[in-house]
């Protein structure tokens, strides 16, 4: 039973999560449009630090941090870029073309991994990383229609901003690896210092783009994104931790189906909800990237241990679009 509320945790968490996203950013309020990422992720950010300072504190891990500062404020501006190109992608592009973006991502991580780590990799993690990569085209070649918003900015852009999104996401998770294996800080510490930076430059972000007076203005406009944005939050955080306990106790490939079927569950649930329409070709493509996914997962099975450590948790998570 504990296994399965785990599972149905990690489905629901992070499908509200998907859901909420594409809610604030792709669709308006009132005929005005929510143009405020960085309050988003500042937002985020609060509940995530609120809730890995309250579990340090009945943990035994030490709330000191190994490594130094900036080190941590390196990881958090990395993290601010990619989440803001995520959110901010998702008023040009559909959740479901951004889901598939997302699980293309082992490319950008392996190169990073090559670039800051030296780490090197078999030629079977290249040709799943192809046959992932190859599932995300057929997806792209089967559609017609991208953009999320009409008459707003080209699904080009869109497309553009899933690419930075790729790029610093795969560097983030590439320097809190070289972070764990450095200065052997447990996750918890590591959340707890990178949420605190990124509330920083969050806020600092904020009142320098006098972005401040128009999200108040707006927020009290519309008092309901004011709770949708409080139950992202809580949602992302939540299936965070039910990620983090299901590795700890089943391991990743346990993980690996359910996040295959959470990214099944959002992308339908997206389609019915804001009117998606996806062609055979296009299930095709799903199938196809997440089954490379799904293999990978299996064809590890007997090194599983390894992905219990947080160093190889953080990896195994960004492979499988845990964000």
Request: aromatic fraction near 10%; glycine fraction near 6%; proline fraction near 2%.
């Amino acid at each position: 039973m504990y296994r399965l509320a785990l599972a149905v945790g990690v489905v629901a968490s992070l499908t509200v999560y998907s859901i909420l996203q594409e809610r604030l950013m792709a669709t308006t309020f009132d005929g005005a449009h929510f143009t405020f990422p960085v309050l988003l992720v500042l937002a985020n950010r609060f509940i995530s630090c609120t809730a890995a300072a309250l579990r340090l504190l009945g943990s035994e891990d030490s709330v000191r941090p190994t490594a130094p500062l900036y080190k941590f404020l390196v990881v958090a501006c990395s993290n601010i870029l990619a989440t803001t190109c995520q959110y901010e992608a998702l008023r040009h592009i559909s959740l479901p073309w951004q889901a598939l973006c997302k699980a293309s991502k082992m490319v950008p991580v392996m190169l990073w991994g090559m670039l800051i780590s030296h780490k090197r990799y078999q030629g079977s993690d290249w040709i799943t990383a192809a046959g992932v990569s190859g599932g995300c085209s057929l997806f792209l070649a089967g559609g017609t229609s991208l953009a999320a918003a009409a008459g707003r900015h080209s699904s080009a852009y869109g497309l553009a901003l899933m690419l930075c999104y790729l790029t610093f996401d795969s560097f983030t998770s590439t320097f809190q690896d070289k972070l764990f294996r450095s200065h052997h800080m447990s996750s918890l510490t590591q959340a707890l210092y990178v949420n605190l930076c990124s509330i920083c430059l969050s806020a600092a972000g904020l009142l320098t783009s006098g972005q401040i007076q128009p999200a108040f203005s707006f927020l009290v406009r519309h008092p309901i994104a004011i709770w949708y944005m409080l139950c992202l939050s809580i949602a992302a955080t939540t299936g965070q931790l039910c990620i983090v306990e299901t590795i700890k106790r089943y391991g990743a490939l346990y993980l690996a189906l359910i996040m295959t079927l959470r990214q099944f569950v959002s992308i339908s649930a997206s389609s019915w909800l804001f009117g998606h329409h996806l062609s055979a070709m296009q299930w095709l493509g799903i199938m196809m990237t997440f089954g490379g996914l799904l293999w990978r997962s299996f064809r590890r099975r007997t090194g599983q241990s390894d992905v219990d450590n947080p160093s190889s948790c953080i990896t195994f998570l960004r492979h499988m679009g845990a964000d």
